[in-house]
């Protein structure tokens, strides 16, 4: 008889230390490599077919494939990383030598305004301008900073000249770009090769597409309030020129020089967030960048904008991309919102990755869920017996969890928090309406999903046209407690299967769309790029909410209803305690109490 999976050896301190010794634990659509101590995982080739020789997966000739393709690509970033390293010292030393010398070019010119010789030129000078302006547009007309832009550029040819040109880069290997059918694997293949980048490369990121749109309207904000704190001349002026031994009005023009440098590169902010905020480089490490990308989409303006901006900086820029999509990148926007950005983006996809179909039409979340024996943690319909196996589970839990529940906050994004309603060490408890009835969005369900391994979720109705909202934000919330690997304990007014079958009233819109916290001081900033997407700040395009329907929206059931089957299947939820960041960390703290209790031991012995 199969051994059926329950919670408590989900929380069982000794059940769990056995789980971890084991090298894999990995079901048919995620890796788990439970072998946290291991210096180096083995490549996604070798993980994939050691997991058909288990038994673990089904052998499929387009998912080897891909894992072939990332094999390869996992061997060529070895190399790729140390001529990194060689490009970053070079780097690093130009924009050194760089600097050293533009602060020059800057003294040279301040110091001729402290002896009055330039403003003696512009004098002699002023009545034949005087005279030529007359001629032309009155002088409101004329774009302010064009003397400044002027200095600008030539200073920054004088540098090029003195100093060259930037080093160029290495030539990056190709990235890949996946994109098939729901549960094909796509993410599974993708993790595994992520998980094998560590100790291979030091600058890596992963992030889903609902967790990348809120970090980069947030790394947004974070520059644009930056840029508003320096507008007065006091905060701006830098200690290299308040230590000149010049008069204040020259050192008021170094300053209105520096300001306006940083205000040239600010104009194109998305560049700006790619180079401080995604390739998050910390100091005195050099080497390759791999984003890791799941679920890119093109659901509105912003994310073409934002990711055509992104996307295009990080690769021409050395960045590897590994990416997975449910379309191919062509097939992206199909309504043709900001085309020109659009094409742009897609031909530098095509130029920096590798395009390929994972062409299966099974969905492997779904078959393995058919061996499973039970589906213990989603109840069903909303009646007394269901009711009351989900009352007995909720109770079983918290007492597994030896604690008090009380109500909680969690951090949010812009300084905002979320009650938690019930918690207890790990554990949460909500009501569908409180979680998906009000104005709340992806970064709400991304702090309760980092803060809680187990959520509870109860009275969840079948969604329908009347409570599309509210349906949008049930499959983003199911996303990213998938995401973050949580385990979850649903009541619901019907089957998994018949949740989005919705009612006569008409058939739900896309629930991939992006939320964003309009509430929120950042929101300024997605407005600032529908801006410069030409799009009217008086609402989307008309195009968008057909945009937002038929296929678009399939993908979206299809992919919540996977996910949900797959959340209750023995192997994902023998992942959490591994996977989700709440044992990370305490794995982290572990292993650094571990680490400080060794080093005092051996400085005693010694």
């Known amino acids: 008889?199969?051994?059926?999976?329950?919670?408590?050896?989900?929380?069982?301190?000794?059940?769990?230390?056995?789980?971890?010794?084991?090298?894999?634990?990995?079901?048919?659509?995620?890796?788990?490599?439970?072998?946290?101590?291991?210096?180096?995982?083995?490549?996604?080739?070798?993980?994939?077919?050691?997991?058909?020789?288990?038994?673990?997966?089904?052998?499929?000739?387009?998912?080897?494939?891909?894992?072939?393709?990332?094999?390869?690509?996992?061997?060529?970033?070895?190399?790729?990383?140390?001529?990194?390293?060689?490009?970053?010292?070079?780097?690093?030393?130009?924009?050194?030598?760089?600097?050293?010398?533009?602060?020059?070019?800057?003294?040279?010119?301040?110091?001729?305004?402290?002896?009055?010789?330039?403003?003696?030129?512009?004098?002699?000078?002023?009545?034949?301008?005087?005279?030529?302006?007359?001629?032309?547009?009155?002088?409101?007309?004329?774009?302010?900073?064009?003397?400044?832009?002027?200095?600008?550029?030539?200073?920054?040819?004088?540098?090029?000249?003195?100093?060259?040109?930037?080093?160029?880069?290495?030539?990056?290997?190709?990235?890949?770009?996946?994109?098939?059918?729901?549960?094909?694997?796509?993410?599974?293949?993708?993790?595994?090769?992520?998980?094998?980048?560590?100790?291979?490369?030091?600058?890596?990121?992963?992030?889903?597409?609902?967790?990348?749109?809120?970090?980069?309207?947030?790394?947004?904000?974070?520059?644009?309030?930056?840029?508003?704190?320096?507008?007065?001349?006091?905060?701006?002026?830098?200690?290299?020129?308040?230590?000149?031994?010049?008069?204040?009005?020259?050192?008021?023009?170094?300053?209105?020089?520096?300001?306006?440098?940083q205000e040239v590169q600010m104009k194109n902010i998305l560049p700006a967030v790619a180079d401080k905020f995604l390739v998050d480089r910390q100091a005195g490490e050099r080497g390759a960048s791999i984003l890791c990308f799941d679920e890119i989409q093109a659901v509105d303006v912003f994310a073409i904008v934002a990711l055509s901006g992104i996307v295009s900086r990080l690769l021409s820029t050395g960045t590897v991309l590994v990416s997975t999509s449910n379309r191919a990148p062509k097939d992206l926007n199909q309504d043709g919102m900001q085309r020109e950005i659009f094409l742009k983006f897609v031909n530098k996809l095509e130029k920096h990755c590798e395009i390929i179909l994972v062409g299966s039409e099974i969905d492997y979340r779904r078959q393995i869920a058919q061996r499973s024996v039970y589906k213990v943690h989603y109840f069903w319909p909303l009646d007394g017996t269901a009711l009351k196996e989900f009352e007995k589970m909720w109770c079983q839990v918290i007492n597994q969890a030896e604690g008090e529940v009380t109500s909680s906050t969690v951090p949010v994004m812009f300084g905002r928090t979320l009650e938690v309603p019930q918690s207890c060490n790990g554990v949460a408890r909500f009501t569908f309406d409180y979680l998906c009835g009000r104005p709340v969005g992806a970064a709400d369900y991304i702090a309760v999903a980092k803060s809680h391994h187990t959520v509870f979720i109860s009275d969840i109705p079948v969604m329908s046209m009347r409570i599309r909202d509210k349906a949008r934000r049930f499959i983003t919330l199911i996303d990213e407690l998938y995401n973050h690997h949580c385990c979850l304990f649903c009541s619901a007014a019907t089957s998994i299967d018949d949740l989005f079958q919705g009612t006569e009233e008409g058939t739900l819109f896309d629930l991939e769309s992006f939320q964003f916290e309009t509430e929120t001081e950042g929101a300024k900033l997605r407005r600032d790029v529908l801006a410069e997407g030409s799009v009217s700040l008086g609402g989307a395009p008309a195009g968008i909410t057909s945009m937002l329907s038929g296929q678009e929206e399939m993908f979206a059931f299809r992919r919540a209803v996977s996910r949900l089957i797959e959340m209750q299947t023995p192997l994902y939820l023998e992942g959490v305690r591994s996977l989700h960041p709440y044992f990370q960390r305490k794995h982290q703290s572990f292993k650094n109490c571990s680490y400080s209790a060794s080093t005092v031991h051996h400085q005693v012995s010694h």
Request: glycine share 4%; hydrophobic share 35%; charged share 30%.
């Open 1 to 261: 008889m199969r051994r059926i999976f329950s919670m408590s050896s989900l929380l069982n301190k000794g059940s769990i230390q056995r789980r971890v010794s084991k090298k894999y634990l990995i079901n048919a659509i995620r890796p788990y490599s439970e072998d946290l101590s291991s210096p180096k995982s083995p490549g996604p080739l070798l993980q994939y077919r050691k997991l058909v020789e288990q038994g673990r997966l089904q052998h499929d000739p387009y998912q080897e494939r891909v894992a072939l393709a990332l094999e390869n690509l996992l061997g060529r970033l070895e190399q790729y990383e140390k001529e990194m390293e060689d490009y970053h010292i070079k780097l690093a030393e130009w924009e050194k030598n760089r600097e050293t010398e533009r602060r020059k070019l800057l003294m040279e010119e301040a110091e001729l305004n402290h002896r009055g010789d330039l403003w003696t030129s512009v004098n002699k000078r002023k009545s034949e301008l005087l005279e030529r302006w007359s001629f032309r547009r009155k002088s409101e007309d004329i774009e302010p900073g064009v003397g400044k832009w002027v200095s600008y550029l030539n200073r920054e040819k004088k540098l090029d000249s003195l100093i060259g040109r930037r080093p160029t880069a290495p030539p990056a290997p190709k990235g890949l770009y996946i994109y098939g059918n729901v549960g094909s694997g796509k993410t599974m293949l993708m993790d595994m090769f992520y998980s094998a980048t560590e100790g291979i490369v030091k600058h890596r990121q992963r992030f889903h597409f609902h967790e990348a749109m809120l970090k980069i309207n947030e790394a947004m904000h974070k520059l644009w309030k930056n840029q508003v704190e320096e507008k007065s001349i006091q905060s701006s002026i830098s200690s290299w020129i308040m230590n000149l031994s010049f008069d204040m009005k020259a050192k008021e023009w170094l300053a209105a020089e520096e300001r306006y440098k």
